[in-house]
Nanobody, 110 residues
Framework: QVQLVESGGGSVQPGGSLRLSCAAS???????MAWYRQAPGKERELVAV???????NYADSVKGRFTLSRDNAKNTVYLQMNSLKTEDTAVYYC?????WGQGTQVTVSS
């Protein structure tokens, strides 16, 4: 059974940092690993995506602040988020291949 387990969300003040993790099990030959987010009242949007050839792309709104990394041996993808802004507040979802994680809340507030 394919399963994704996310962790690392929470509350932080503007300018702070958080690191999200997403561990995949029961899935093999993983190619694309990605992070999405959905803020209240808004559509889900792509934050960062990495192919198996280590080609990572970021949304303009997070470039220079967020970094996606992956450990293929552990089937785990990470999202390091620095210089967080209030507008980064959202539920963050990982996606590995066709499978979605359960989401983790990130709240940036003073």
């Amino acid at each position: 059974q394919v399963q994704l387990v996310e962790s690392g969300g929470g509350s932080v003040q503007p300018g702070g940092s958080l690191r999200l993790s997403c561990a995949a099990s029961g899935i093999f030959g993983i190619n694309v690993m990605a992070w999405y987010r959905q803020a209240p009242g808004k559509e889900r949007e792509l934050v960062a995506v990495s192919s198996s050839r280590d080609n990572t792309n970021y949304a303009d709104s997070v470039k220079g602040r967020f970094t996606l990394s992956r450990d293929n041996a552990k089937n785990t993808v990470y999202l390091q988020m620095n210089s967080l802004k209030t507008e980064d507040t959202a539920v963050y979802y990982c996606k590995v291949g066709p499978v979605w994680g359960q989401g983790t809340q990130v709240t940036v507030s003073s």
